[in-house]
């Protein structure tokens, strides 16, 4: 599996942008880049996922670099709510291993008023 | 997005006993899966529930210690049989509708082991 990298934990000003990175300096051509997150006490909630372009939603941006080996989850305007553990995950290779994602340690985010 | 309900959502268990985790989605789904995340710790794969056959485990995992079933497309169970303290874990249900779609997960269900 394509393995990520991500900074253990990140502070944020309530109101602010939160750009969390995330290395995956060994993807392959085909998998896509997916970004969940988990709030305390739930499952993990799906924000984000792009191959190559750029994305964006109502939740965050996704900006993939032209090389494909790191990405940044963007929080536009970050608030208390967006405190959570953040997973950059890639998905695995393989029939079986295309349908399932592996997490790794995550980001912790902190929002701060 | 498929709605995903999780029975029970908490529950703690004397050792040696097994319990039963039952995962409802409100639609049909192409893939099942179910992870475990363990005090503190991030997301592990246990297996993913095939649609009438046997699931398929992954490195670690065994069926007699976590027997899976998957009678339709919208209902799976977990076993976590002859339950140790070592067992206490969220578990989690996840679905994907489609090949490239997002997995969405369940609530969990709280498990203590004493």
């Known amino acids: 599996d394509a393995k990520t990298t991500q900074p253990t934990s990140m502070d944020c000003a309530e109101g602010r942008a939160a750009n969390l990175p995330c290395n995956h300096s060994t993807i392959s051509g085909n998998e896509y880049v997916y970004w969940y997150r988990q709030i305390h006490s739930q499952g993990p909630q799906y924000i984000i996922h792009g191959l190559k372009n750029n994305e964006t939603n109502e939740m965050a941006s996704l900006i993939i670099t032209e090389d494909r080996k790191s990405s940044t989850l963007i929080l536009p305007h970050a608030t208390l709510r967006d405190t959570a553990v953040y997973y950059c995950i890639v998905r695995g290779p393989g029939a079986q291993g295309a349908q399932k994602l592996v997490f790794g340690q995550g980001t912790r985010l902190t929002i701060n008023p | 997005s498929a709605v995903i309900s999780q029975k029970p959502s908490r529950d703690i268990c004397q050792r040696g006993t097994s319990l039963t985790i039952q995962c409802q989605v409100d639609s049909q789904v192409t893939m099942m899966f179910w992870y475990r995340q363990q005090p503190g710790q991030s997301l592990t794969l246990i297996a993913t529930?095939?649609?009438?056959?046997?699931?398929?485990?992954e490195s670690g995992f065994v069926i007699d210690k976590f027997p899976i079933s998957r009678p339709n497309l919208t209902f799976s169970t977990l076993t976590v049989s002859n339950m140790s303290p070592e067992d206490s874990s969220i578990y989690l249900c996840s679905v994907r509708t489609g090949p490239n779609s997002p997995l969405h997960f369940g609530n969990g269900t709280r498990l203590t082991v004493t």
């Open positions: 529930a095939n649609q009438g056959s046997e699931a398929t485990y």
